[in-house]
């Protein structure tokens, strides 16, 4: 593989020892694909080091894992990890996949190959859209509760996205995204918002460039995993967040 053609994917985990799927991380770095996955350990408490420890021993040089000790949210979990991405130095990618799979792992290369085939775009996100042809399971208050949270953030940053929070998505590793990383997020959970917010920041003077740098892609397959940590009080807070990322960037 080329090392210039490197995606390292980063996948927080906090207390994953009963939902990891192992056996599908393992099965997909068999493929050969230019992908691998440096997991956040985000302060566990159960076995969740140890099974990622025990996956690193046997895909080296696939797979790395960061101990963040102690637990302090999935998005320092997310930055940090991408910044450990950048850091060591032959990856043209990185991003962040949720440890549940609840987007297939097979979804990477094809997020991917939008990045690799078009160098303008910088960003490339999964979208839960249901459409003909395609399976998007998703519980109905959670989707309901999604669609207006994704409507509101799209009126406050003047860009028509669909879906700011699959836990499904890939950037370019360029100085202005290592930048972007630089500061710790204001946001404990909608850090995806925050990543646009400081990239739209970035390019006020020129919205067309955001428009083009940013792709959606929506996914073929999305499945509701039980056990999220998200509740629905976690959206009533990620209204306040959204309020303070609006004043803080935009």
């Known amino acids: 593989m080329d090392s210039i053609g490197w995606c390292t994917v980063v996948v927080p985990c906090y207390n994953e020892a009963e939902r990891l799927k192992v056996a599908e991380?393992?099965?997909f770095l068999r493929y050969g694909y230019p992908v691998r996955f440096l997991f956040v350990n985000d302060g566990s408490r159960d076995a969740t080091l140890s099974i990622l420890q025990t996956l690193e021993r046997l895909h080296p040089g696939l797979v790395y894992v960061l101990d963040q000790q102690p637990n302090a949210g999935k998005a320092e979990a997310v930055r940090n990890g991408?910044?450990?991405?950048?850091?060591?130095?032959?990856?043209?990618?990185?991003?962040?996949?949720?440890?549940?799979?609840?987007?297939?792992?097979?979804?990477?290369?094809e997020l991917l190959a939008k990045l690799t085939e078009r160098p303008e775009i910088q960003m490339v996100f999964g979208a839960r859209v249901r459409l003909l042809g395609r399976e998007i399971h998703r519980q109905a208050v959670r989707h309901y509760l999604g669609r207006v949270f994704a409507t509101v953030a799209s009126v406050m940053l003047r860009l028509p996205i669909y879906d700011t929070q699959c836990g499904a998505k890939l950037f370019r590793i360029t100085p202005e995204f290592t930048e972007?990383?630089?500061r710790p997020f204001l946001s404990r959970w909608?850090?995806?918002?925050?990543?646009?917010?400081r990239f739209i920041a970035r390019h006020k003077a020129d919205r067309w460039y955001v428009h083009d740098a940013i792709y959606e892609y929506?996914?073929?397959?999305?499945?509701?995993?039980?056990?999220?940590?998200?509740?629905?009080?976690?959206?009533i807070k990620a209204f306040g967040e959204l309020?303070?990322?609006?004043?803080?960037?935009l």
């Open 218 to 235: 929506p996914l073929p397959t999305w499945t509701d995993v039980a056990g999220s940590k998200v509740g629905s009080l976690d959206f």
């Open 243 to 249: 309020l303070t990322i609006y004043r803080t960037y």
């Open 190 to 197: 909608i850090f995806d918002v925050e990543i646009l917010a």
């Open 25 to 27: 991380f393992s099965q």
């Open 180 to 182: 972007i990383l630089a």
């Open 82 to 109: 991408m910044l450990h991405a950048v850091a060591l130095g032959d990856a043209a990618y990185t991003g962040f996949w949720d440890a549940d799979l609840a987007t297939p792992l097979s979804s990477i290369p």
